[in-house]
Every structure is written in structure tokens, then in C-alpha cells.
């Protein structure tokens, strides 16, 4: 009779991969957005939605990092936002870094902007001097808001870091991300609502 041990344990190890893949978010949270591609069945490319979720909120705050003064979503319109949760002690914040400072130096030109919300989980991270020093080592370019307070944090209704909202030309939420993965799609969703045409 064959031995079924490596068998149970390769199943009990991808399982285990798949529960440590999803990061601080909880098991099926993700992105609302359907997955990309095309139909297997016809090739024919299916067609992504992004459904509105609302009025993003305005960005309260008066601290901010590289930016010469705070921004507010009101004078954004027409750019797409990319608002990052995130503070630097979590390690899955930066895990999800360099894909959020690759979309930021690859799409700022065609009207992306990256905005960093800083929500501290400990007191260290609360400190400024060190919210600047973490920015400048981990190579942070993008403005970054202080959110000690978490004003910001609450009012897009966060509850992990990383979480990563797109908020498209009219100034409205369009695409939400909890945790880390799932950088193709959200890449994917970049990519629509920076060609979307807003009336």
C-alpha cells in the first residue's frame, strides 16, 4: 500500500502558503473588482467593472511629507489617487512598498497620484522624527499625510494595514485592497481608471 504522508503534507503546506499569502487581511477580503483576462472558452476579453462606492472622503491633516502643502482630494479632480494605509513598523505595509513606489514613479505621469496615510498601531510610530526617517530609508518619495489621530483611517472604514483605495477622476472610490497581494489586479485597475473617460 503507497505511503499517502507527502501527499497530506504538500496539501497541508499549500494550504498553509495560501492562509500566510493573505497578509493582515482576513481570508476572502480582497479587491471588489472582478479578476482580469479573457473568457477561456470564447477569447473575448472580459470586461472589468469597478463599481462606485461612494464620495471619498476628504484627507484631513496638516502634517505632511514630501509635499510643500497638504493636498485635498477636491483639488485632485481629473487624477486618480492611490491612498496607501500603512505604517511603517508592519511588516506587510512593506511587503507591499515596492509595488506601491513602482506605481507611483511608473503612472504619476499619466495622472496617477500616490498618497501615503500614515495611521500608527504603536506609540514609536506615533513620533514624526521617526515617520521621517522611516519615509527617507525605505525610499518613499510620494506625499505621506500623519494620521495619529486616525481620522483617515476610519472615515474609508480601514480596519488592517496595508489597505490600498483607488479613488478615480470624479472623486470617488472606486477599488479597495486589504492585506498584501493581489498587485496585478490592482495594477489592472490602475491601468482602467486612469483611461476611463469621467463626464
Known amino acids: 500500500m503507497p505511503d499517502d504522508k507527502p501527499i497530506t503534507r504538500l496539501i497541508l503546506g499549500l494550504v498553509a502558503l495560501s492562509v ?11 479587491p471588489v473588482a472582478t479578476a482580469a483576462g479573457s473568457d477561456p472558452n470564447t477569447a473575448t ?11 471619498a472622503p476628504e484627507l484631513v491633516g ?5 509635499t510643500a502643502a497638504p493636498l485635498r482630494l477636491a ?20 511587503n507591499t512598498l515596492p ?13 496617477l497620484v500616490v498618497i501615503g496615510n500614515h495611521y500608527p498601531e504603536f506609540a ?11 519615509v527617507g530609508d525605505l525610499g518613499i518619495t510620494y506625499p505621506v499625510v500623519q494620521d495619529n489621530a486616525g481620522a483617515n483611517f476610519l472615515a474609508y ?24 497581494g493581489a498587485y496585478d489586479e490592482t495594477e489592472r485597475a490602475i491601468e482602467a481608471l486612469l483611461t476611463e473617460d469621467i463626464e
Open 20 to 30: 500566510l499569502g493573505a497578509g493582515c487581511a482576513p481570508a476572502g477580503a480582497g
Open 45 to 55: 476579453p472580459v470586461t472589468i467593472e469597478y463599481p462606485v462606492m461612494g464620495e
Open 62 to 66: 496638516e502634517v505632511w511629507l514630501n
Open 75 to 94: 483639488e485632485l479632480r481629473g487624477k486618480v489617487v492611490l491612498l496607501e494605509m500603512w505604517t511603517f513598523g508592519c511588516v506587510n505595509c512593506r
Open 99 to 111: 509595488a506601491v513606489i513602482d506605481w507611483h514613479e511608473q503612472f504619476a505621469s499619466a495622472g
Open 124 to 134: 514609536y510610530e506615533e513620533d514624526l522624527d521617526n515617520l521621517r526617517r522611516a
Open 157 to 180: 472604514e480601514s480596519r488592517y494595514w496595508p489597505t490600498l483605495v483607488l479613488i478615480d477622476k470624479a472623486g470617488r472610490v472606486r477599488y479597495r485592497h486589504m492585506g498584501e
